[in-house]
């Protein structure tokens, strides 16, 4: 299955430091998205990394991507206590319709 | 003004009712979405629609059933619920149905079985 792991499952830091998630993937891909899940709400796109990218930057978020390692990271840098949600990677096939295969989530937790 | 939007928000319900989840999105996009996230927080995909037609339809039991009576509207309808159909049911849309089109969802529909 393509379906992406991302670790830790849950991550605890303090307001003003960087929190680092990565997700791990087993097939070839077209792009990789990053999410974010407040609780009670839906998903929302944070940053696309298509696989022809090593690296991408948006605001306080910085995505790498090792196609070789089949592995992504998502920092944020600066945590706020408002970025306190669940971050899921997805996966995108390389060919046919778009079909997001999405990872269990890394539940992160700013304390003020 | 609410991108993708469906109903209801929460809904529960018993064992062998059938039931329905509206879903609508104003943003012109030509393809939406079915996903499901369970328990553990899983999120896969059931069905996509591109303009009316359906384009994926994933290992789901047959009682599940999207209708897409235009572009903008995608629904679900659920026969003989069960319980293990507990879960949140998140709609989506995207412009196209390629990938690297930026997939937005909808709040996502609380279905509790019992």
């Known amino acids: 299955s393509q379906q992406g792991e991302e670790d830790p499952q849950a991550l605890s830091i303090q307001e003003g430091e960087n929190a680092t998630m990565n997700c791990s993937y087993k097939t070839s891909i077209n792009n990789l998205q990053w999410y974010r899940q407040n609780s009670g709400r839906g998903l929302v796109h944070l940053i696309l990394?298509?696989?022809?990218?090593r690296e991408k930057h948006s605001g306080r978020l910085r995505v790498t991507l090792d196609t070789s390692k089949k592995s992504s990271s998502l920092l944020i840098t600066a945590s706020r206590a408002a970025d306190t949600a669940s971050y899921f990677c997805a996966t995108a096939r390389i060919q046919g319709a778009q079909k997001l295969v999405f990872g269990q989530g890394t539940r992160l937790t700013i304390n003020p | 003004d609410t991108a993708v939007s469906q109903t209801p928000k929460y809904l529960v319900t018993q064992m062998g009712n059938d039931k329905s989840i509206k879903c609508e999105q104003n943003?012109?996009?030509?393809?939406m979405y079915w996903y499901k996230q369970d328990s553990k927080k899983f999120l896969k995909i059931m069905f996509s629609y591109n303009n009316k037609e359906l384009i994926i339809n994933e290992t789901v039991p047959n009682r599940f059933s999207p209708k897409s009576p235009d572009k903008a509207h995608l629904n679900l309808h659920i026969n003989s619920l069960e319980l293990g159909d507990s879960a949140v049911y998140f709609c989506a849309s995207a412009e196209l149905p390629s990938s690297g089109n930026t997939i937005y969802f909808g709040e996502g529909s609380w279905l509790t079985v019992v």
């Open positions: 943003l012109g996009h030509d393809t």
């Open positions: 990394i298509r696989s022809n990218e």
